[in-house]
């Protein structure tokens, strides 16, 4: 991960005061468990270019995070795409930069623009090149976007999502490394750290004489703070300083919801209120549980349920203190999610009307005659995990060996995505392979029970809007009673 910084034309070598960086010198030093070096490759009067490389240790990345204990964890490119854990790396040595407060002699130059070219990469994206050429152009850059290139016997995507990019502009050398600590983070979509109030700052003093007027700057608002009721507080205190200095700025509500679990996207949504009294918010996930089992009290039989990628058993132990069922098998098969599962589940013992779930090492790839026959089976926000060349014969081993009584799925309605005002090319979770409209899924749904002796129900789950129904689609598939075996 790097940046290169360069600047060309007279007076260029200036930018090592603004950096305060001797060119004679590599800077080396640890930042956060992270090796960062700055080194001039070239300083002369006319032109001067420094490159900022930071080294991140592979096993610390991963020693305290939740999924340490998960091997896939190792695997990522946390290690080494340019994103905002290299910019927390590299804050630090660019301070005086950053702040504009070089020796007294220099400080006429913070104001310079210079002939600046600003090299970093690579960028892991997940938005198109023309949405990534509309952050940097508005701000008088010239934008050229390279991707690797590598030769496979087979194709595992069209375009890579990685690239490299390249700006050119007069820009002064503050502006211009606060633009980029503030916008790299906007095109990784990653965050390692929690995200709060402490944001606010940062927004405003790095975007400072260009954000406010930028044409993208609700995405880079959506994308740094992530969640609902942070980006409408920041939304509100701008407003109100903007009408303190009588500049009343347009001010538009943003619903975008952000995923603070790893396995899940977290969106919130507000119950009506009764006059005079607020009502809490009740997050999506908690709605899809809530609908979930709804569905489930009104069967007849629900003795026997299969959670299938049961994750860390919110939803199993939810169902565990229902009345008439007898038995849950929670089926995951990442051992540290079932480790969390079993966590929970052993809480349950203290209350005499619940059952204890039986957590089970299992998959979708791979049947398990124990799971035949069952009343209920749930596969909840499970299937866009899935890849959809294999989702067809996961589904039909269900219909056609399974065969639970009732088969209930959700997934996430793609057409919703819009009111949440997200690209079209986004998906709501890193891991998701596809997201489907509602008319997708239900074409999907007949498919898979076009031979097999099932009915189907389609509902939606979450606040409606009209023209985009409900964030979750929810199917109920019921075997047909004159057709079920003994």
């Given at each position: 991960?790097?940046?290169?910084?360069?600047?060309?034309?007279?007076?260029?070598?200036?930018?090592?005061h603004?950096?305060?960086?001797?060119?004679y010198n590599?800077?080396?030093?640890?930042?956060?468990?992270?090796?960062?070096?700055?080194?001039?490759?070239?300083?002369?009067?006319?032109?001067?270019e420094?490159?900022?490389?930071?080294?991140?240790?592979?096993?610390?990345?991963?020693?305290?995070?939740?999924?340490?204990?998960?091997?896939?964890?190792?695997?990522?490119?946390?290690?080494?795409?340019?994103?905002?854990?290299?910019?927390?790396?590299?804050?630090?040595?660019?301070?005086?930069?950053?702040?504009?407060?070089?020796?007294?002699?220099?400080?006429?130059?913070?104001?310079?623009?210079?002939?600046?070219?600003?090299?970093?990469?690579?960028?892991?994206?997940?938005?198109?090149?023309?949405?990534?050429?509309g952050?940097?152009?508005?701000?008088?850059?010239?934008?050229?976007?390279?991707?690797?290139?590598?030769?496979?016997?087979?194709q595992?995507?069209?375009?890579?999502?990685?690239?490299y990019?390249?700006?050119?502009?007069?820009?002064?050398?503050?502006?211009?490394?606060?633009?980029?600590l503030?916008?790299?983070?906007v095109?990784?979509?990653?965050?390692?750290?929690?995200?709060?109030?402490?944001?606010?700052?940062?927004?405003?003093?790095?975007?400072e004489?260009?954000?406010?007027e930028?044409?993208?700057?609700?995405?880079?608002?959506?994308?740094?703070?992530?969640?609902?009721?942070?980006?409408?507080?920041?939304?509100?205190?701008?407003?109100?300083?903007?009408?303190?200095?009588?500049?009343?700025?347009?001010?538009?509500?943003?619903?975008?919801?952000?995923?603070?679990?790893?396995?899940?996207?977290?969106?919130?949504?507000?119950?009506?209120?009764?006059?005079?009294?607020?009502?809490?918010?009740?997050?999506?996930?908690?709605?899809?549980?809530?609908?979930?089992?709804?569905?489930?009290?009104?069967?007849?039989?629900?003795?026997?349920?299969?959670?299938?990628?049961?994750?860390?058993?919110?939803?199993?132990?939810?169902?565990?203190?229902?009345?008439?069922?007898?038995?849950?098998?929670?089926?995951?098969?990442?051992?540290?999610?079932?480790?969390?599962?079993?966590?929970?589940?052993?809480?349950?013992?203290?209350?005499?009307?619940?059952?204890?779930?039986?957590?089970?090492?299992?998959?979708?790839?791979?049947?398990d005659?124990?799971?035949?026959?069952?009343?209920?089976?749930?596969?909840?926000?499970?299937?866009?995990?899935?890849?959809?060349?294999?989702?067809?014969?996961?589904?039909?081993?269900?219909?056609?060996?399974?065969?639970?009584?009732?088969?209930?799925?959700?997934?996430?309605?793609?057409?919703?995505?819009?009111?949440?005002?997200?690209?079209?090319?986004?998906?709501?979770h890193?891991?998701?392979?596809?997201?489907?409209?509602?008319?997708?899924?239900?074409?999907?749904?007949?498919?898979?029970?076009?031979?097999?002796?099932?009915?189907?129900?389609?509902?939606?789950?979450?606040?409606?809007?009209?023209?985009?129904?409900?964030?979750?689609?929810?199917?109920?598939?019921?075997?047909?009673?004159?057709?079920?075996?003994?």
């Amino acid at each position: 991960m790097h940046i290169t910084l360069k600047a060309t034309g007279t007076h260029a070598g200036m930018i090592s005061h603004l950096l305060a960086k001797n060119p004679y010198n590599t800077y080396d030093r640890t930042e956060k468990g992270a090796r960062v070096r700055m080194v001039y490759t070239v300083f002369t009067e006319e032109e001067a270019e420094i490159v900022i490389q930071a080294s991140p240790d592979s096993i610390d990345l991963v020693k305290n995070s939740p999924d340490s204990y998960d091997i896939t964890q190792y695997i990522n490119d946390r290690e080494f795409v340019t994103s905002s854990l290299f910019c927390t790396y590299i804050r630090g040595s660019l301070g005086t930069a950053l702040n504009g407060k070089p020796k007294e002699d220099y400080v006429g130059w913070v104001t310079h623009p210079f002939a600046l070219e600003l090299s970093f990469g690579p960028v892991a994206s997940d938005l198109p090149d023309s949405v990534v050429e509309g952050l940097f152009a508005p701000l008088g850059y010239q934008v050229a976007i390279e991707r690797g290139k590598a030769d496979y016997s087979f194709q595992l995507k069209n375009r890579s999502t990685v690239r490299y990019i390249t700006l050119s502009g007069h820009q002064t050398v503050q502006y211009a490394l606060r633009q980029l600590l503030l916008l790299i983070p906007v095109l990784d979509n990653y965050k390692h750290y929690y995200i709060s109030e402490e944001e606010f700052d940062k927004l405003r003093r790095y975007g400072e004489g260009w954000l406010p007027e930028h044409p993208l700057r609700e995405l880079i608002i959506r994308r740094t703070l992530r969640f609902t009721n942070l980006i409408e507080q920041f939304e509100r205190s701008d407003s109100v300083s903007a009408e303190t200095t009588g500049t009343k700025k347009h001010i538009e509500k943003d619903t975008v919801q952000a995923q603070k679990d790893k396995h899940e996207q977290v969106q919130q949504q507000e119950q009506p209120q009764e006059e005079g009294k607020q009502q809490p918010t009740v997050r999506l996930n908690e709605l899809r549980y809530q609908a979930i089992m709804d569905v489930i009290r009104k069967l007849p039989r629900r003795q026997k349920i299969v959670d299938f990628g049961s994750g860390e058993g919110k939803l199993s132990s939810r169902m565990a203190r229902m009345t008439g069922i007898e038995e849950i098998w929670a089926v995951e098969p990442s051992a540290y999610a079932q480790a969390r599962a079993m966590e929970r589940f052993a809480k349950l013992e203290r209350h005499a009307d619940a059952i204890s779930p039986t957590p089970m090492m299992g998959s979708l790839f791979y049947y398990d005659e124990q799971l035949r026959g069952k009343d209920v089976m749930i596969l909840c926000e499970v299937i866009e995990h899935v890849d959809e060349h294999r989702l067809n014969r996961v589904m039909k081993t269900i219909v056609t060996e399974y065969q639970p009584g009732v088969l209930i799925v959700t997934t996430p309605n793609r057409e919703y995505n819009e009111v949440y005002r997200m690209n079209q090319q986004e998906l709501r979770h890193g891991d998701h392979r596809f997201e489907w409209s509602r008319s997708e899924f239900q074409e999907r749904c007949e498919q898979w029970i076009a031979e097999a002796p099932y009915s189907v129900a389609l509902k939606g789950i979450g606040e409606e809007v009209e023209g985009f129904g409900q964030p979750t689609q929810m199917a109920i598939f019921t075997r047909r009673k004159e057709q079920k075996e003994a």
